[in-house]
């Protein structure tokens, strides 16, 4: 493993500098960390969906993680809940304009992913 210092000569610059310089890649890791938030996203890329449509649509997630990560990403801007006024209740979630701004992300994710998996498993 590196240390700090060997970090910051491969990135050309101070250790304060390169601290300064991880906080938003920190930032955007802990808004999209988990199992489950990328799926959700990604789930709901076409059209606004209900809670249960969301579900079956990410194999293996409990009701009470797709609550709490619908909740994150809500907090976060990527993900907005609409409420209908009907009986009983209708709730869509949808992403947000802001959740757009994400898709060089994941598309480079996917690239990277593929080129790792061909490193490590040879697929």
């Known amino acids: 493993m590196k240390t700090k210092s060997e970090l910051t000569k491969e990135m050309d610059c101070q250790p ?3 601290l300064a310089a991880l906080l938003p890649v920190r930032d955007a890791l802990e808004v999209l960390s988990g199992r489950w938030k ?3 996203l990604i789930a709901l890329s076409n059209r606004p969906k ?3 449509e969301i579900s079956k649509d990410i194999n293996g997630i409990t009701d009470k993680m797709l609550s709490k ?3 994150d990403l809500e ?3 990527l993900v907005i809940r609409t409420v209908y ?3 009983p209740p209708t709730v869509e979630y ?3 304009e802001h959740s757009h701004t994400l898709y060089k992300v994941i598309s480079a994710l996917n690239e990277w992913g593929t080129l ?3 490193e490590i498993i040879g697929k």
């Open 69 to 71: 990560e619908l909740k």
């Open 38 to 40: 990328l799926p959700i």
């Open 16 to 18: 304060e500098e390169c």
């Open 116 to 118: 790792h998996r061909k």
């Open 75 to 77: 907090i976060n801007k």
């Open 85 to 87: 006024d009907t009986f």
């Open 94 to 96: 949808a992403r947000t």
């Open 50 to 52: 209900r809670f249960k």
